[in-house]
């Protein structure tokens, strides 16, 4: 008899990665939800711009942080220097492309400005607060005990 460890099993989903992913789940419906009020809001507010200023700002802010989460997920089973690089390299990505879109709307009409601003902010607060809550409220080991 030997005392060697078992090889874990890598598709398993980890208790590491619980957290994280109820926290998608959970940013993914109150993003959901913060489209539809904001959608309703500025649609009274703006009419027809103010929904597509709600819709795109939802949109925007929403994958911001989601794509956070998403690729911590993607990412855990990684050595730390990689998952720290993967990162900062995603972060550095969604900034650019964040203000590639929000640069490139400007030239459009068709949509209310103060609609995609107030639900960008609001998408940003909104998800990263669920998300937040979802991570607190899971309950996760700290260290995965190994069968005999």
Do not use: C, N
């Not at 539809?36 to 929403?62: K, Q």
């Not at 940003?124 to 607060?129: E, F, G, Q």
């Amino acid at each position: 008899m030997t005392d060697a460890p078992t090889p874990t099993d890598q598709t398993a989903e980890s208790p590491h990665t619980a957290a994280l992913r109820r926290a998608v789940r959970l940013g993914t419906l109150v993003l959901a939800m913060l489209a539809v009020v904001s959608a309703v809001v500025w649609i009274l507010i703006d009419g027809v711009p103010g929904l597509w200023g709600a819709l795109m700002g939802a949109a925007i802010g929403g994958a911001f942080v989601l794509t956070t989460a998403i690729v911590v997920i993607a990412t855990a089973r990684s050595a730390p220097q990689t998952t720290a690089a993967v990162l900062l390299g995603t972060w550095l990505l969604k900034l650019v492309v964040a203000i590639g879109v929000v640069a490139a709307l400007d030239r459009f009409d068709f949509y209310s400005r103060p609609a995609l601003a107030v639900t960008i902010i609001a998408a940003l607060i909104v998800v990263l607060a669920g998300e937040t809550w979802a991570i607190l409220k899971t309950r996760a080991p700290y260290v995965e005990p190994t069968t005999p």
